[in-house]
């Protein structure tokens, strides 16, 4: 990893080398956390958490090849080299800073309430044509998944597509502290948090404050058909992009034409030209983010022929909106996370579907004290679909079902209290050649659903 040596990586973090002098001008070939996947070569962080402290495992995890540890706890004179610091945590965050600087490549970095992980795939598509491009993983987006993202960045590549995801005010500081991206994308400012952030305002407040690190020669990317992102006037003097549906933008898209599960297709308007695009993933929200991987593709020099091929290259990823054909059911497996306006985004969707729609709806997180109004909005917007039959699941979710019946009191509507009474009548409820959404809030562990589902 470039300079990364153990006396720069203790400069780094501000922490005390300990160890053999001849190995202080070692690089580390990886930095890792987890400490049941040891590298060889590598730098084990151990981490404290709730339950366990993986100082504990320092001894086993040396025993393997690998080349340092850092450690909160002075552990005497060893026969590995170790770096003592007062924070992992912060030591790590530290050194993600300081590998990014080595490198020296641009950083876009994108963050939103609603369709990071899908814009952040979109816009990765898209770069790939032109650029060696790394991007986050899964959902390594907070502030120890970013800096175990940075680190898997090697001199090779050329650019990166960096998540950036919080939940309280101060942590996307952190981050774009970290990351100090050249490029920010904003997708909306909608409902998620509230719990923390207490309002739109509040989220705006606290998803802008990716703008502290931005390149001074940097660009902002955001949703012009977004009422609160619209407000952005300038960011450190320069004037945003904006992108959106409506043509008031400077990117924008008509011709919105849905093709079933297949995807959705447009024409994308820029000042270099316009084009026809199918994007291979359905929901009109994709529109959208075809619209920012247009807005990043332009800005980092690629032909619009390059951006329409990166948009049709798409591929989705699990739990977002991957639509998985089974034999038996059409499953869409979009259960990694859930919000009302993403729940309605994903009814929408399914309403093209083929066969009996079945839509299979969890409890939605952190919504703060509108939790219970928001989930029977969601129920009333079911209720409103053309759908065949709606199957809600967790505490929260029974004033979904409440205000579904209310609304359409001779829809097909159940409700089960947990995802395991679910499991245990879902092959009496559902028939060959069903469509059926599986979404919800990450922790109600709706995979298992999309598993039994599968093998079913």
């Not at 990364?4 to 780094?12: D, G, K, V």
């Not at 948009?311 to 991957?322: A, D, K, M, W, Y």
């Not at 039959?389 to 359409?408: F, N, P, R, T």
Request: proline content about 4%; charged content about 25%.
């Amino acid at each position: 990893m470039k300079n990364l040596t153990l006396e720069h990586i203790a400069e780094a973090c501000q922490g005390i080398y300990i160890g053999p002098e001849e190995k202080k001008q070692l690089e580390v070939k990886s930095i890792f956390t987890d400490s049941r996947k040891t590298e060889e070569g590598g730098l084990f962080v151990p981490i404290k958490g709730a339950r366990v402290d993986a100082h504990d495992f320092i001894e086993d995890v040396m025993e393997e090849g690998v080349l340092a540890t850092l450690s909160e706890k002075d552990l005497g004179e060893k026969p590995f080299p170790y770096i003592l610091v007062k924070s992992s945590l912060q030591a790590v965050k530290d050194i993600a800073e300081y590998y990014l600087k080595q490198l020296n490549i641009p950083v876009v970095g994108i963050t939103g309430s609603v369709g990071k992980t899908s814009t952040k795939e979109m816009i990765a598509a898209v770069l790939s044509k032109k650029y060696n491009t790394l991007k986050t993983q899964g959902n390594f987006n907070n502030e120890l998944g970013l800096p175990l993202t940075i680190f898997r960045l090697r001199q090779e590549h050329e650019i990166a597509v960096l998540e950036m995801g919080i939940s309280d005010f101060g942590e996307m500081h952190r981050l774009a502290k970290i990351a100090r991206p050249d490029t920010c994308v904003i997708t909306n400012i909608g409902l998620c948090h509230l719990e923390f952030l207490k309002s739109r305002d509040g989220i705006l407040k606290a998803k802008t404050e990716i703008f502290d690190f931005l390149n001074p020669t940097g660009h902002t990317i955001l949703n012009g058909d977004d009422d609160k992102l619209v407000t952005v006037e300038n960011v450190k003097g320069v004037k945003p992009i904006f992108f959106g549906i409506e043509n008031k933008n400077d990117i924008w898209a008509d011709e919105i034409k849905p093709e079933g599960l297949k995807g959705i297709s447009c024409c994308i308007h820029t000042e270099k030209g316009s084009f026809p695009v199918l994007i291979p993933i359905p929901g009109h929200h994709m529109v959208y983010n075809a619209l920012a991987g247009t807005a990043v593709g332009l800005t980092y020099g690629l032909s619009l022929e390059e951006i329409k091929a990166g948009i049709e290259s798409l591929q989705p990823v699990s739990g977002r909106f991957h639509i998985i054909d089974t034999g038996k059911y059409t499953v869409v497996d979009d259960c990694y996370n859930a919000n009302p306006v993403s729940m309605k985004a994903s009814l929408d969707v399914l309403t093209d579907a083929l066969g009996r729609k079945v839509a299979i709806l969890g409890d939605m997180g952190e919504l703060g004290k509108e939790e219970v109004e928001m989930h029977r909005e969601v129920g009333v917007y079911a209720a409103s679909k053309n759908l065949d039959l709606l199957i809600c699941v967790g505490e929260l979710s029974q004033y979904m079902v409440e205000a579904a019946k209310h609304a359409a009191p001779t829809k097909h509507i159940f409700h089960f209290k947990t995802k395991e009474e679910l499991l245990q009548e879902l092959p009496q409820i559902l028939q060959k050649g069903d469509t059926v959404l599986v979404k919800a809030s990450h922790f109600m562990g709706f995979e298992d659903v999309v598993k039994v589902l599968e093998k079913e």
